[in-house]
């Protein structure tokens, strides 16, 4: 079993003076939401926002280039009008993404990683490709 965490807290006695004890922390017994529900305030409304360390907001797209292949290869992606889509891309070399969107967008890119953003504004499908390798990499279907 885990060592538990031990939380000081005040226990006041009878003449009034505070001593300290130990409580042990135990892990709640039911699913935690990460999000915090609407409160009322002397008549304003406030929503806490939603923690989140892990992923940026909007659509995660992976692509790998390494020799004259890519990967994904023609597949489709389900993207939301107006969110951001951020591509991860790890190259073995700079290269650089046609996105046939309207207006058009180069992408440029180095050798390694790296994270571009970009917003599809107009719902459709736009592709995504390598002219460099003569290769569609994927599809946006913008909704």
Do not use: C
């Amino acid at each position: 079993m885990p060592s538990q965490t031990r939380i000081p807290r005040a226990i006041w006695t009878k003449n009034g003076s505070p001593t300290r004890q130990a409580v042990r922390m135990v892990p709640p017994m039911y699913p935690v939401s990460r999000m915090a529900p609407r409160i009322q305030v002397a008549g304003t409304r406030y929503t806490a926002a939603h923690v989140s360390s892990s992923k940026p907001s909007g659509t995660t797209i992976d692509i790998t280039f390494k020799g004259d292949t890519v990967d994904p290869n023609g597949v489709q992606k389900k993207v939301k009008a107006g969110k951001p889509v951020t591509l991860h891309i790890v190259a073995d070399k700079p290269g650089e993404l046609h996105v046939h969107s309207s207006p058009e967008q180069e992408i440029e890119y180095e050798a390694g990683t790296a994270d571009k953003t970009l917003t599809i504004d107009q719902p459709g499908v736009v592709d995504v490709e390598s002219h460099t390798l003569e290769k569609l990499i994927f599809q946006l279907e913008v909704r």
